[in-house]
């Protein structure tokens, strides 16, 4: 993750967002802060120990 610090509005939305349902968070991950500022959506990933890449598809077995 980069160094630069988050403005602290979305460290406090970070920190309103734990202990939550997961739909809220995941819902934040689609707003626009979270798609326009990469600094964010970094520190959403980490908080929520989520994967960018989103999960594997199944392995198709030949």
Known sequence: ????QLPASLAKRI???RGRE????EDEMFSPE???NLNYRE???QSF???PL????P????
């Open 1 to 4: 993750m980069h160094e630069e």
């Open 15 to 17: 920190e309103e967002l």
């Open 22 to 25: 997961a739909c809220y968070w």
């Open 34 to 36: 979270a798609l326009t």
């Open 43 to 45: 520190a959403l990933e």
């Open 49 to 51: 120990k989520l994967d």
């Open 54 to 57: 989103g999960p594997l598809p």
């Open 59 to 62: 392995r198709q077995s030949n």
